[in-house]
């Protein structure tokens, strides 16, 4: 009897609909996170501090309008660049 209750609890509890599932699982989710507040804090304060520091930054730094693109001259990848070249330090 007690073998047959374990199995019907490891199955997808069928007469549950899916509101009452993702209710029971917004509460053991809100259970989890109500043990360890200051996880909990660090996980909602964290990234509302990056964005917004983010977003001050981008605010702050003046913005500069390019009228054309840079092209770099192409160079050969089988070889070493003659600017290499001449910058490396030989050990």
Do not use: Q, Y
């Not at 993702?22 to 360890?36: P, T």
């Amino acid at each position: 009897m007690v073998e047959s209750k374990r199995k019907f609890a490891c199955r997808n509890l069928p007469g549950m609909s899916w509101a009452r599932k993702f209710k029971l699982l917004m509460w053991k989710n809100f259970r989890i996170l109500s043990r360890n507040k200051f996880h909990t804090i660090m996980e909602i304060l964290l990234p509302v501090i990056f964005m917004s520091s983010f977003g001050l930054l981008r605010v702050a730094m003046p913005m500069e309008k390019v009228p054309e693109p840079t092209v770099f001259t192409p160079f050969d990848l089988r070889t070493i660049p003659p600017v290499l070249k001449t910058n490396m330090l030989v050990l």
